[in-house]
């Protein structure tokens, strides 16, 4: 390819809430027996599903699909408040890894339904994350795709009925700023949280890819098709001026043709080793240039379960050979025992983990943990 020079986004790929999604999946791969289930994908990311599919997790559509007594991880899009309690019947073992900024939006629209509020929710029909939120109080919330669709909820409600606006945590700012300002012309004691509902680091990888897509002759987003934040960063890259934007999922679907300065960046669920195949398949004849706008610095720990799940593992083995069972967390494993692979392998029974291996799981990245199931 005659490509000059790659302008690389930063940030780019995983945040905070798929590494938390995709470390605590591999602890369900290493914990448990073959096959552990999966409600919908961990992530929206094929190379990622695949992978995970490759160790024995089943992903299914219906919690009904997955057997008594069998382990099951909730997707980091959220679970509707039936799909959760389903879930756990049957004596299954249940890890949630929903990520935090979408149980924020559940808990918003929890209390605004509770205080009489009809909810706008500004998001996509059909997402995983939107059906998850609205199950929370369908009595109450409202879909609102667009602003004439605002408008249709103005003109159906009374003048006193008290209306709140939330949106789906992975909108481009664009696609979110249009709606909000035509509700808030529409309803003018609207209640919107203090807080915005976008999630940070989908925010982070627009402004990035803003950064750099008007000095490109063609963007690549790295990511799935039915990734939301991924579909949204391509909106982004047009909406900048960048004549050609093209979503692939890896190296391998690439054009020939490409030329001259080519950004580069990842939706939030893609891996970095697909950017740097990416990267290396594009062959800059002048190098790479990252440009970054902000660092990222977030994190999210485990979800409880895993770690009562890991604790309670460890308190049973050290009992089972004659040692004092472990308090608190003082018997959990290093991060560098994590990122080796020390503990229970793929395809071991419970009785491989010798202790739950959460401290210092901040230092260890996904990346890590996926290249390691792959060895």
């Not at 970054?292 to 593992?313: H, I, K, N, Q, S």
Request: charged share 20%; net charge negative; with cysteine.
């Amino acid at each position: 390819m005659p490509v000059e020079r790659v302008l690389l986004a930063s940030p780019r790929g995983f945040c905070a809430g798929v590494e938390k999604a995709i470390k605590a999946l591999a602890w369900m791969v290493r914990v448990f027996e073959p096959p552990v289930y999966c409600y919908h994908e961990i992530v929206h990311n094929a190379h990622v599903v695949a992978q995970f599919r490759s160790q024995g997790v089943v992903f299914v559509d219906d919690v009904e699909e997955v057997p008594p007594g069998a382990p099951l991880m909730l997707s980091a899009h959220g679970s509707a408040p039936e799909v959760v309690v389903a879930a756990r019947d049957h004596a299954r073992t249940v890890v949630d890894a929903v990520c935090p900024l979408v149980t924020k939006v559940h808990h918003e629209l929890k209390v605004r339904s509770r205080k009489g509020y009809t909810v706008l929710y500004v998001g996509h029909e059909g997402h995983e994350e939107a059906v998850g939120t609205m199950a929370v109080a369908p009595q109450s919330a409202r879909l609102a795709r667009s602003a004439a669709e605002v408008d249709e909820v103005a003109s159906a409600m009374g003048p006193d009925v008290p209306v709140a606006l939330l949106a789906q945590t992975t909108l481009s700012h664009d696609e979110w700023s249009g709606i909000m300002t035509r509700a808030q012309e529409r309803f003018e004691a609207l209640w919107m949280p203090n807080r915005s509902d976008l999630c940070f680091a989908t925010t982070n990888r627009q402004a990035a890819l803003k950064a750099i897509a008007g000095r490109a002759d063609a963007v690549i987003v790295i990511g799935s098709a039915n990734s939301s934040n991924t579909r949204a960063l391509e909106k982004v890259a047009s909406a900048s001026g960048c004549a050609r934007v093209l979503r692939v999922n890896g190296a391998n679907e690439l054009p020939d043709d490409l030329f001259g300065t080519v950004g580069v960046t990842a939706g939030a669920s893609a891996p970095e080793e697909i950017v740097q195949a990416v990267v290396a398949r594009l062959a800059p004849t002048e190098g790479v240039e990252e440009i970054a706008v902000t660092e990222e610095d977030e994190y999210f720990p485990p979800p409880p379960e895993l770690r009562d799940l890991l604790r309670g593992l460890a308190a049973v083995l050290a009992l089972g050979l004659g040692a004092p069972a472990p308090k608190g967390d003082s018997s959990e494993m290093s991060s560098e025992a994590v990122a080796a692979g020390q503990g229970p392998g793929a395809g071991q029974s419970s009785k491989g983990a010798a202790g739950g291996a959460l401290v210092g799981d901040r230092h260890v990245s996904a990346a890590d943990v996926l290249a390691r199931l792959a060895g």
